[in-house]
């Protein structure tokens, strides 16, 4: 994975959250990819780059929010 800047990972670490949220949440029976766009969309977000951060970091934050019951 490329070096991000402290700005972009804040960022991508907010986007990885909201989606673990809304799929925690699974209020509208959305999928996966769905809620991935919704995210780039709503945060401007480089895509490839953050589907490698996602890919990298989802599963860590899954088993945290699983865990707090977020």
Do not use: C, W
């Not at 960022?11 to 959250?17: D, E």
């Not at 799929?23 to 766009?37: H, S, T």
């Not at 969309?41 to 865990?67: C, G, I, W």
């Amino acid at each position: 994975m490329n070096y991000l800047d402290g700005k972009r990972e804040k960022m991508y670490q907010a986007g990885l959250l909201k989606i673990a949220m809304k799929m925690r949440r699974n209020e509208d029976l959305q999928g996966f990819d769905e809620i991935f766009r919704e995210i780039l969309r709503e945060m401007d977000l480089d895509p490839e780059e953050f589907r490698r951060y996602v890919n990298t970091h989802m599963q860590s934050l899954m088993a945290t929010v699983k865990k707090r019951g977020y």
